[in-house]
């Protein structure tokens, strides 16, 4: 199993790569920030990675 993140590019708030592979898309959770996240924005390899390995990453 891997450690994959996103690191929103404006405040820094972390998110995990299991929530992005599963919403696609979704707000930055840091609540003053308005910036979309998107599972695109992880590496090629990440998102193979997750899409490959859903049950081990089940939220």
Do not use: W
């Amino acid at each position: 199993m891997k450690i994959i993140t996103a690191t929103c590019p404006e405040c820094g708030t972390i998110t995990a790569g299991n929530v992005l592979e599963q919403h696609r898309v979704c707000k930055c959770p840091k609540i003053d920030c308005e910036r979309v996240l998107r599972f695109e924005d992880l590496s090629e390899s990440d998102r193979q990675h997750l899409s490959e390995n859903k049950t081990q990453y089940q939220l």
